[in-house]
């Protein structure tokens, strides 16, 4: 068994010793057997959550009512323990009006969306495969466990989840599976836009990305989406592209924003309630690629937009095709080779200049930088201080006789 199992192995073997079943379900299972990086472990017990507290000295309540506890085991390690459960019916789309706790692996098992999701592994590594998900993983299958009209409705989002699996496993949806998703997509907006956003920028990451968005147009799931109505055939051609070469979330939303061919950029970032940050980031590929597109990777727009900054715009053109991916060397080259990377850099501070000036701070300091700092760029003076003094001068003889 891999070694990410090993302390959890750990957690099983004291809920065995206390007379409770436990077992590694879920995600670390499934890419155990695909020999994936393998992310949270997981893990379902026949224990209630206060039998797990009662058990384990350091654990979190995380949702006791739903069955799920932590259990701290190092400052750097925890695992989620859940109580096998059955869930109540779903109101929302989304979330089970109540649980009820029971005994059985296989009833637990039963709720989960995927067979592939439903297979359990004991302490030993033996699988427990009711409902052949590991032959399901084997033929590259996303098929639900059950019904799958039932299983959307008691999870909308479980449609999208599907289409995201696709991409990033390079699975296919089997028939009946798909079916559904066309069925009841319109389930979709019922689930929260931050759920959607979450999937939707894993999906985009994914190697199977191309299948993955043609199947998001082909099953109607594109229509329930922030301004994706009508852009179907826009969507058929970002499929086309390379875009799990971008991995920035603010990449994929520049990228999504030119292939969309979106006319009202802040409105439709804000729809799908991505953090500021991100959103102002995507803004600014946006702008540099607009300057590059006008003027070529000159030093200014690289000075201006930072090295970092202009390398994730040179990757949204590159995945466009609109660049070659080299010109990455000729953008840090140039970065490289500026005089001064900020005005932090600039050897005069504004004391110093109010100094030479003789005269009080004013609006004419922040002119006088921006002149400088192009000046120093384009080489037409010297980052020190003597050569600064004197351009510093001639420009305020200038300025006066403006001004």
């Not at 039932?150 to 496993?169: I, T």
Request: net charge negative; charged share 30%.
């Amino acid at each position: 068994m891999h070694k990410a199992f090993h302390q959890g192995s750990l957690i099983i073997e004291r809920l065995e010793e206390n007379g409770h079943e436990a077992y590694f379900v879920g995600g670390s299972v499934r890419d155990t057997l695909m020999n994936r990086v393998i992310g949270d472990i997981d893990i379902a017990t026949s224990a209630t959550p206060e039998e797990i507290q009662a058990i384990f000295p350091k654990t979190i309540d995380v949702g006791a009512e739903h069955g799920t506890i932590i259990v701290v085991t190092s400052e750097q390690e925890s695992y989620e323990v859940t109580t096998f459960r059955t869930d109540g019916t779903y109101t929302d789309n989304r979330h089970p009006d109540n649980v009820t706790f029971v005994k059985s692996l296989e009833e637990d098992l039963k709720r989960r969306d995927f067979t592939m999701n439903a297979i359990a592994m004991d302490k030993d590594g033996k699988i427990l495969d009711p409902f052949h998900g590991e032959s399901d993983i084997e033929r590259r299958v996303i098929r639900t466990v059950g019904k799958a009209t039932e299983r959307f409705k008691e999870d909308a989002l479980r449609m999208l989840r599907a289409v995201r699996f696709s991409s990033q496993l390079s699975f296919f949806v089997e028939t009946d599976t798909f079916i559904a998703i066309q069925k009841d997509r319109a389930l979709l907006e019922m689930v929260s836009i931050e759920r959607k956003t979450m999937e939707m920028e894993k999906l985009l990451k994914g190697q199977g990305v191309k299948n993955a968005l043609e199947l998001l147009v082909t099953t109607g799931l594109h229509t329930f989406l922030p301004h994706f109505e009508e852009k179907g055939n826009h969507l058929k051609e970002l499929a086309k592209l390379p875009v799990y070469e971008l991995q920035s979330r603010s990449a994929l939303w520049a990228l999504l924003v030119i292939v969309l061919n979106v006319d009202d950029v802040e409105t439709f970032l804000n729809s799908w309630k991505l953090p500021k940050k991100v959103t102002k980031a995507a803004q600014e590929n946006l702008k540099v690629i607009e300057q590059v597109k006008r003027m070529g990777w000159v030093k200014e727009i690289i000075y201006r937009s930072g090295l970092e900054q202009s390398l994730e715009a040179h990757q949204v053109m590159a995945v466009l095709g609109w660049e070659n991916k080299s010109k990455s060397v000729q953008i840090h080259k140039i970065y490289n080779a500026l005089p001064i990377h900020s005005l932090k850099d600039i050897v005069l501070d504004g004391h110093d200049l109010v100094e030479i000036a003789g005269e009080k701070r004013g609006k004419w300091i922040a002119m006088l930088y921006q002149d400088l700092e192009m000046a120093l760029i384009h080489e037409k003076t010297q980052n020190e201080r003597a050569a600064l003094k004197e351009w510093v001068c001639n420009w305020l003889q200038k300025y006066d006789q403006n001004y």
